[in-house]
């Protein structure tokens, strides 16, 4: 069977669940409702099926218990299919896979890359591995896109420098007619603060934690922090915040669907964060018209400018966090102005889309 042009194969490595609907879900929907205008099949290969939102309407093949890896490469061996095109979301770079599939399929492949390098970068171990990967695989893989210039060029110094012909930055987008901006002033003494992410080490919460208990007391009385998310560092976080007893200040809020209204309620979000690729919630933060506190790691700095819209701080350093903070709560450092304009003008989710669907016809 010939290569049908437009019919492509998207294989995320992203479990698809109701109650945590982040910003890919909405670029998955926004780009599976693109393909279908410009009559392009989509077959979509994630680890399980998703009834919730856009997804009814998706061919999904899910892996269930195998890897995604496996599911694809046993479904393209046995169903006569031949792809246009195949994009990989949160799949490793440069493994065998790439090569087996290469030999069943003519398809362009495309691997976007949207993880996040450890602050220390990798040990030197590891960075010879990665750099053999990349001798050996990469020419296997068509087009890497970075979801941030860190990502971009985070590929290269893992998998090689030639590979700069093949490697560009399409950024992460949020969907903003979904996020409701704050209209009205912010407070400039106590304002409420809220933090949205994942609850992980990586995330940097516990050093906020640290950064409030060197707060004075009288300045600890009036501050509420709350922290919206779930994770498996869940538990350690709740046992940080009892022994330095500050129950008083962070409130646990879990996973909320609703938080596209909520950051309008808020005045900045703290992001802690010790490793990013491009960050959505900074994004959402920002069209909601609320400045970000956050660290200098991956593509933070791409979109945050320090002290017009938001402010950012030496990476696990809690007492300088803490002195930001006090800073900000006397009113002694502030943002003024609207941050929601920078979002709609470059990294809206109609941006990210169109820069992706770019590809589909070259």
């Not at 990502?151 to 012909?165: C, E, M, N, W, Y």
Request: glycine share 6%.
């Amino acid at each position: 069977m010939g290569i049908i042009r437009k019919h492509i194969a998207v294989i995320c490595n992203y479990e698809l669940l109701e109650d945590r609907v982040g910003g890919m879900d909405y670029f998955f929907w926004a780009f599976n409702d693109k393909c279908a205008e410009q009559q392009i099949a989509v077959d979509w290969f994630f680890p399980n099926k998703g009834g919730h939102g856009g997804y009814p309407t998706f061919n999904i093949i899910p892996a269930n218990d195998s890897s995604l890896e496996a599911c694809f490469s046993s479904y393209i061996k046995t169903q006569k299919v031949q792809y246009s095109h195949i994009v990989t979301h949160f799949i490793e770079l440069c493994t065998p896979f790439f090569v087996d599939v290469k030999k069943l399929q003519k398809a362009k492949i495309i691997a976007v890359d949207h993880n996040p390098r450890p602050l220390g970068g990798y040990s030197l171990k590891k960075q010879l591995k990665k750099k053999l990967k990349g001798f050996l695989y990469s020419r296997y893989i068509d087009l890497f896109i970075g979801v941030s210039n860190y990502t971009s060029q985070a590929i290269l110094q893992d998998f090689g420098s030639h590979l700069k012909p093949k490697t560009q930055t399409i950024y992460n987008g949020v969907l903003i007619d979904t996020i409701l901006p704050k209209t009205t002033e912010r407070s400039r003494i106590n304002p409420k603060f809220l933090v949205v992410s994942h609850l992980r080490a990586s995330k940097g919460i516990q050093d906020l934690i640290r950064a409030v208990y060197l707060l004075t007391e009288t300045i600890k009385k009036s501050l509420k922090i709350d922290v919206y998310g779930d994770g498996p560092y869940k538990d350690s976080l709740f046992q940080l915040v009892k022994l330095y007893n500050l129950e008083a200040v962070f409130n646990f809020k879990g996973s909320q669907s609703t938080l596209k209204a909520l950051y309008q309620q808020y005045d900045y979000l703290i992001q802690p964060t010790h490793m990013e690729c491009f960050s959505l919630s900074i994004l959402e933060s920002l069209a909601a018209n609320i400045p970000v506190i956050t660290t200098p790691v991956g593509g933070n700095t791409e979109v945050i400018t320090n002290n017009e819209n938001g402010f950012i701080f030496e990476t696990k350093n809690s007492k300088a966090l803490s002195g930001l903070l006090a800073d900000i709560i006397k009113g002694e450092k502030y943002i003024i102005g609207h941050t929601r304009t920078l979002i709609e003008d470059r990294f809206s989710i109609d941006m990210m889309v169109h820069n992706h669907m770019k590809h589909l016809w070259e």
